[in-house]
């Protein structure tokens, strides 16, 4: 290697060395080094365990909720019902849609008659027919849950897992940033107690 080599020309703090690493880095503290390697882990969090956790939460929560959907489509049928009074009462509202109370009537395929309360849409008349659903007991219930809600829960839930996870991280990486900074405050404070001395004396002179 020629000793004229621009890398290894002298400069004027001594020889200029065209590749410097960091661990070879005066300047570079054993606190820098901690927060780098932070840095790099919270980029692999981020990087990989926040899609595994979002995924694994989100097909654990899907997976529940089909099993619900099958279980209550299996418990329950609907049938055609007759209302025995017009629909009254407060209107309310469920997953954004009107309805209202309202006495039903109907003949199970047995020829067993039952009866009991529905959600009718607003102003239904005695006489008019609704399809309500209900129970093996005979009993009206509530429509079973859907595959497609079954699948925003899952989504749903698997959004919530990635903001949470990507929170703590960063919330981690800044507390550690934070406990850093204050052990460099610290350090910088202990060493200007010993050069500040010998700085002001050179004034002083």
Do not use: C, K
Request: aromatic share 6%.
């Amino acid at each position: 290697m020629s000793a004229q080599d621009p890398q290894f020309a002298p400069g004027p703090h001594g020889p200029r060395h065209g590749r410097r690493t960091h661990a070879a880095d005066p300047l570079r503290r054993r606190s820098d080094r901690v927060e780098a390697w932070v840095s790099r882990l919270v980029l692999l969090l981020l990087v990989i365990g926040l899609p595994v956790a979002a995924v694994s939460v989100g097909r654990a929560v899907y997976s529940s909720q089909m099993h619900v959907v099958h279980t209550e489509s299996a418990e329950r049928h609907q049938v055609t019902a007759r209302l025995t009074e017009d629909a009254a009462g407060p209107l309310m509202v469920s997953d954004g849609d009107d309805f209202q109370r309202a006495p039903v009537r109907w003949t199970e395929e047995d020829g067993a008659q039952r009866a009991g309360t529905a959600r009718v849409p607003p102003g239904t008349e005695a006489g008019e027919t609704v399809r309500v659903w209900v129970s093996h007991d005979g009993a009206v219930a509530r429509a079973p849950l859907s595959p497609g809600t079954a699948a925003a829960n899952g989504w749903l839930a698997g959004g919530v897992t990635a903001g949470g996870v990507a929170a703590v991280v960063l919330a981690a990486q800044t507390g550690v940033r934070h406990v850093l900074d204050r052990r460099r405050y610290a350090q910088w404070d202990a060493e200007w107690q010993v050069v500040e001395p010998q700085w002001s004396a050179r004034f002083r002179q």
